[in-house]
């Protein structure tokens, strides 16, 4: 067979042809989800905006400048949320790609990892919807000029709350990234213990640039951020002990 050795392992050849098709599986899957999605883009989009919408001054609304916003807009949307929806899917294919190449202790420890950073990436951004934004809008609304009206252009407001469900997103990862790195042996439970002070600062400062500048979103993300440092490098010390044990 052309794509195998005499031996009978895959070849380069073998793996790139494997990585297109679950490539072309991701792409489909997407494809498939923003079909359903784009049905009901404006409604999605509208459930976007009530956190906004809530804390808006009376006979304010939302606005759209471009002539094309109110069609693009919402498509966008409905895709962002279509790739959101698939990423159960597209680390399921990743795992079943990556797999074949791993030990067995590292299969088991690889599989929950993926699940669990599936399940940490959209709890930050359900941390960010449900709990940071009518915080946050109602600050941002709250400290408008006298005489200065807000009405946020739609497309704006997208690109915005956007950015922060993936640094939410991002940030709620913390605990697999700690994990990570003490698995890869590039660093230890008990040095990221000694560096707290560090990383606490740090967060404050990574949050800084994550967020819109007032100090509330900040805060909100930072301390989350910290406490998720401290449930990654509780459970680092366990795999630690595991990985000793193996």
């Known amino acids: 067979m052309i794509n195998q050795t005499e031996s009978g392992e895959p070849t380069f050849l073998s793996h790139l042809v494997e990585l297109r098709d679950r490539l072309l599986k991701v792409v489909l899957c997407v494809l498939l989800i ?18 906004l919408l809530e804390h808006l001054p009376k006979n304010s609304s939302m606005i759209a400048i471009d002539v094309a916003s109110p069609f693009f807009t919402p498509f966008k949307l409905a895709f962002v949320v279509a790739v959101f929806a698939a990423i159960p899917f597209i680390l399921y294919q990743f795992w079943a790609f990556v797999a074949p190449g791993l030990y067995q202790h590292e299969r088991k420890m690889v599989l929950p990892l993926l699940i669990a950073s599936t399940f940490l990436f959209y709890a930050g951004a359900a941390f960010a919807y449900f709990l940071v934004f009518p915080l946050v809008f109602a600050y941002l609304t709250a400290a408008a000029p006298i005489g200065v009206t807000v ?15 993936f640094a939410f997103g991002v940030s709620f990862e913390i605990p697999i990234f700690t994990i990570v790195l003490v698995w890869a042996g590039i660093i ?15 967060v404050f ?42």
């Open 188 to 202: 230890t439970p008990q040095s990221l213990s000694e560096k707290r002070p560090y990383v606490i600062v740090g």
């Open 205 to 246: 400062v990574v949050a800084m640039f994550l967020t819109p500048p007032d100090a509330l979103s900040q805060t909100l993300l930072a301390i989350p951020m910290w406490m998720l440092f401290e449930v990654g490098l509780l459970f680092s010390r366990l795999f630690e002990r595991k990985i000793e044990n193996d």
């Open 34 to 51: 923003f079909l359903c999605t784009a049905s009901f883009a404006n409604q999605i989009y509208a459930y976007l905006a009530e956190p």
């Open 151 to 165: 009405m946020t252009d739609i497309s704006t407001y997208l690109d915005f709350v956007l950015a922060l469900f």
